[in-house]
């Protein structure tokens, strides 16, 4: 970052806690609200999921699951089988738990550093329950349409990973075995605990961040207020999301995108290890553009 730019983010900054010292009040609530959406909703929701899925990569799933899923892995994303363990548990547990489980398989050797940044481009992904249940019954009061959400997601997500695929050199079916020295089931939990706890409080600490900051966007209702909250922060999008076609759009392109804040959840889990950022921002993007696309097919049926 050269001083010009540092500079203006200086200056930008500044304003920022101009802002929360003249209002401080309505902020306290905003954080308040923040830290109870990540008590009731956040930590329940990802905690257990990041706590087995570490202790399920440190006990070998994935060099364990490779035999079995890399005749599919392979010929479609030019990857080996144990890095379809980061897709599947992305899939169930929700961000940032793909990232986190491709970074795991990256430092235990299991691979390389080009096969775990494609890996990022497309196993970092909303998990069903915020999909179906917060958006498809709360928003849309259909869990059909909850259902759609999350297969639209799922099917941009691997499209992305095909778009993604050519990036990488072409191997065999069944890659070489890795070798992998599993610790103790009691080592596993500790330290999968520990690190999941450590995980939550940075996850947690950036949606009360962006939260706060997307709040006087939330409060206008606004259509661009809604689109310029989804880019930022996905949990905050969903009071401004109406039960229509846009509004459909609108929630499968942002929940495809995941927002800054995941983002920065995802560099956070890959802070110790030298995977660029880079190729999540871009799948992200990819994913978001092909979830509106087929939202917008999905929708004409919907709505």
């Not at 900051?213 to 930022?232: E, F, N, Q």
């Not at 890959?270 to 993007?285: M, V």
Request: glycine residues 12%; contains cysteine; proline residues 5%.
């Amino acid at each position: 970052m050269n001083k010009r730019v540092r500079g203006d983010v200086c200056l930008i900054l500044c304003g920022v806690l101009v802002w929360f010292l003249a209002d401080a009040k309505q902020l306290r609530l905003e954080a308040a609200g923040a830290l109870a959406l990540c008590a009731g909703t956040v930590i329940p929701a990802l905690f257990p999921f990041m706590a087995v899925a570490g202790m399920l990569v440190r006990l070998g799933f994935g060099q364990w699951l490779a035999p079995y899923i890399a005749g599919l892995t392979a010929p479609l994303f030019r990857l080996p089988g144990c890095a379809g363990s980061a897709l599947l548990l992305g899939l169930v547990g929700g961000y940032p738990i793909g990232a986190r489980t491709a970074a795991e398989l990256y430092t235990s050797g299991a691979l390389t550093r080009q096969e775990a940044e494609r890996l990022l481009t497309f196993c970092n992904n909303s998990n069903p329950v915020f999909l179906v249940s917060v958006l498809g019954s709360g928003v849309f009061g259909s869990v059909r349409t909850g259902l759609w959400l999350w297969l639209i997601h799922v099917c941009s997500a691997l499209l992305a990973g095909l778009l993604f695929r050519g990036l990488g050199q072409g191997r065999r079916e069944i890659p070489p075995p890795v070798s992998f020295q599993s610790p103790s089931l009691s080592e596993a939990i500790v330290s999968a605990a520990k690190d999941a706890a450590g995980g939550m409080l940075s996850v947690c600490a950036f949606v009360t961040l962006f939260y706060v900051l997307v709040s006087p966007l939330s409060r206008s209702g606004t259509a661009m207020a809604g689109l310029a909250v989804g880019i930022t922060e996905l949990f905050s999008l969903t009071p401004l999301l109406t039960c229509d076609r846009p509004g459909f759009l609108l929630a499968a392109g942002c929940a495809g995108w995941g927002g800054l804040s995941v983002l920065c959840q995802t560099a956070a889990v890959l802070d110790g290890t030298d995977l660029s950022l880079r190729p999540c921002f871009l799948g992200k993007l990819v994913q978001g553009l092909l979830s509106v696309l087929l939202a917008a097919v999905v929708s004409i049926r919907l709505f």
